[in-house]
């Protein structure tokens, strides 16, 4: 007997397990929304954009990452200048999967100032700790 693969739930719902407490429930619609990232990403900058919730930023900022979408660029550069470590490690790994020329310089320049784009080097290895999206807070 084949297991079946879960159905994606939709955008919507997606978004609303994220935002549950449980966190299997909440991984689960981080999950099901990795694969279609791309889909949405005009949809993921604005939900970025508005959310207050430092956890959720972090996953809506690695899915817009993940999305691999010129779209995303100036977001992801603008991220580099963050105070906030996980924000910039998770723009550090956007910029990486881009992998546009114009993310490649962002990198590059922003190596030579701060010592911060290492490429080959995960995003979570550079701040010494798991990854920012597996950490609610």
């Known amino acids: 007997m ?3 693969k879960p159905r994606f739930p939709g955008y919507r719902t997606c978004l ?3 935002r549950k407490h449980n966190p299997q429930t909440s991984e689960d619609g981080f999950y099901f929304l990795l694969p279609h990232a791309a889909e949405y990403v005009d ?4 939900e970025f954009q508005a959310e207050k919730e430092h956890g959720l930023r972090c996953w809506f900022l690695e899915l817009i990452g993940a999305a691999r979408s010129a779209k995303a660029f100036h977001l992801l550069r603008d991220q580099l200048q963050s105070e906030d ?3 910039r490690s998770w723009a550090i790994h956007g910029l990486q999967e881009l992998n546009s020329p114009e993310a490649r310089q962002v990198l590059f320049d922003e190596g030579g100032r701060k010592g911060a784009a290492q490429p080959g080097v995960a995003a979570d290895e550079r701040v010494g700790r798991a990854a920012p999206s597996r950490v609610r807070r």
């Open 2 to 4: 084949e297991l079946q």
């Open 16 to 18: 609303a397990m994220m």
């Open 43 to 46: 949809d993921l900058i604005v």
């Open 85 to 87: 470590v996980a924000m």
